[in-house]
């Protein structure tokens, strides 16, 4: 009895249809597997939470902080007079001495402020300084003989003037040389400046002269 053999070396029909089958099968699972990653069934583009934080601004409106208003006191007529509203001027009747020319010294104060006001304008008060360079060669309460209060009333806009000046006799002061004679100050065009300070208000310049 002969049979029919398939050829060695020859694959059966049968046998590479079921590989072609198996094959097949494969590329269907990996496309199915590839679809089902990029589609992603049972989620939505509305369940997605978003990883950042809100940033969005909050609509409550916010008060803004209370307002304060300043508690300064205004002046009035009679008051004590303020820095601000006092302006101190030095005064000398020369701007130059010729040798044996005493200097004749001033103050004139005047009320820059709106309102009337007092200070206390006496000699007690006045300390005249006379400096050349940073050396102070003459001040005037080194000395000074029966000294007096006088409060005065500073009408706004109205300088008033010292009425008798003080003479310097051009020499050096101190408190213990108000006896007997004192050190004559150099001269032959040396320059000096004169400051002065009226209740505790000084000028706001010095005055400068020179003496031959």
């Known amino acids: 009895m002969s049979t029919n053999r398939t050829p060695t070396g020859r694959v059966s029909p049968a046998v590479y249809r079921r ?63 303020k820095e601000s509203q006092v302006l101190v001027e030095a005064v000398t009747d020369k701007t130059e001495y010729a040798a044996g020319e005493q200097p004749n010294l001033s103050v004139t104060i005047t009320n820059t402020g709106k309102n009337a006001c007092v200070l206390n304008a006496g000699t007690n008060a006045q300390v005249f300084t006379i400096k050349s360079g940073d050396e102070v060669y003459w001040t005037s309460t080194d000395c000074q003989v029966d000294p007096v209060d006088a409060e005065v009333s500073l009408t706004p806009g109205t300088p008033i003037s010292s009425s008798v000046p003080i003479i310097w006799d051009r020499t050096r002061s101190s408190v213990d040389t108000c006896e007997g004679a004192r050190e004559a100050v150099p001269a032959g065009g040396a320059s000096y400046h004169l400051s002065v300070a009226v209740d505790g208000f000084e000028s706001a310049e010095s005055k400068q002269f020179l003496l031959y």
Do not use: F
């Open 19 to 81: 590989r072609r089958l198996v094959v097949l099968l494969g590329l269907v699972a990996v496309i199915v597997a590839v679809v089902l990653i990029i589609v992603r069934p049972g989620a939505s583009q509305g369940d997605e939470k978003d990883a950042s934080p809100s940033t969005s601004p909050s609509t409550e409106a916010t008060e803004p902080p209370p307002t304060t208003i300043p508690t300064e006191s205004v002046a009035a007529d009679g008051d004590a007079c």
